[in-house]
């Protein structure tokens, strides 16, 4: 038996179905709720972070917005 581009196309067609309803089906399953909904609500655990993350994120944001300001006066 030989194989042409054809069985070639099937058979790259029907591994990426069976994967694509692999992920579909871990991605909804039951086992996986609580780690989704734990990541759904990381944007709004600012306030739960350790303080040297806090720290350092103020000072960011302190640089950013002064060489935004520098930016404007020219």
Known sequence: ??????DLRTLITTISFVVFAGIVYWAYSSHQQKR???AA???FADAE????IAAARAIKS?????????????
């Not at 038996?1 to 054809?6: E, G, S």
């Not at 972070?49 to 040297?52: A, G, N, S, T, V």
């Open 62 to 74: 302190k640089d950013n917005n002064m060489g935004n300001s520098r930016g404007a006066h020219s």
């Open 36 to 38: 989704f909904d734990e």
């Open 41 to 43: 609500n990381l944007p």
């Open 49 to 52: 972070l350790p303080d040297e």
């Open 1 to 6: 038996m030989t194989m042409d581009l054809n």
